[in-house]
T-cell receptor
Framework: DAGVTQSPTHLIKTRGQQVTLRCSPKSGHDTVSWYQQALGQGPQFIFQYYEEEERQRGNFPDRFSGHQFPNYSSELNVNALLLGDSALYLC?????????????FGPGTRLTVT | KQEVTQIPAALSVPEGENLVLNCSFTDSAIYNLQWFRQDPGKGLTSLLLIQSSQREQTSGRLNASLDKSSGRSTLYIAASQPGDSATYLCAVPVLRQGGSEKLVFGKGTKLTVNP
């Protein structure tokens, strides 16, 4: 059973460019969340997708957008990249089990903005 | 607003030592708490999830406890090994109306176990 997968593993972009990160959830999961983790910090919630809609959003600007496809996979798009967007981007998938969630994380995509 | 704090930020111990990592949270109205392990530059590996109805959860040499009333959780690692060297993060869920959940993380404790 494949866990959560993310692509690409590493990415280098220039300020002002746009980037798309991809995530495939764990088999049987229908909810995908995205987190940004700066060096030395805990992950920060960006947004969550369920049934192809954004259900909740963290404190991130509109430059961060996403999409969920019918097969539950998801994309994170970041426009007009800033140096401060350099971070590890983590995708997590989950489903409700006995009224509680357990989130499973992918290996992450390391984004470097120069 | 839920805030999670982890103490200490870093810990270095000799191999074989038993150790405790601490996590505190400001809003005690949680329904579970997760401990994760993160190796440098890697994703998060879930170690233990404690439901609010539980006080302890064990997996091998790891034991996590949860005290909701005091807003604290501890992760106990017995007989530490160099392979335990990693950053350990705790996270609590914040549930919004409609069933949407996000995790709020601490900054982690970086553990180094010296041979």
């Amino acid at each position: 059973d494949a866990g959560v997968t993310q692509s690409p593993t590493h990415l280098i972009k220039t300020r002002g460019q746009q980037v798309t990160l991809r995530c495939s959830p764990k088999s049987g999961h229908d909810t995908v969340s995205w987190y940004q983790q700066a060096l030395g910090q805990g992950p920060q919630f960006i947004f969550q997708y369920y049934e192809e809609e954004e259900r909740q959003r963290g404190n991130f600007p509109d430059r961060f957008s996403g999409h969920q496809f019918p097969n539950y996979s998801s994309e994170l798009n970041v426009n007009a990249l800033l140096l401060g967007d350099s971070a590890l981007y983590l995708c997590a998938s989950s489903f409700i089990f006995r009224g509680s969630y357990e989130q499973y994380f992918g290996p992450g995509t390391r984004l470097t903005v120069t | 607003k839920q805030e999670v704090t982890q103490i200490p930020a870093a810990l270095s111990v000799p191999e074989g030592e038993n150790l405790v990592l601490n996590c505190s949270f400001t809003d005690s109205a949680i329904y579970n708490l997760q401990w994760f392990r993160q190796d440098p530059g890697k994703g998060l590996t879930s170690l233990l999830l404690i439901q609010s109805s539980q006080r302890e959860q064990t997996s091998g040499r790891l034991n996590a406890s949860l005290d909701k009333s005091s807003g604290r959780s501890t992760l106990y690692i017995a007989a530490s090994q160099p392979g335990d060297s990693a950053t350990y993060l705790c996270a609590v869920p914040v549930l919004r109306q409609g069933g949407s959940e996000k995790l709020v993380f601490g900054k982690g404790t970086k553990l180094t176990v010296n041979p």
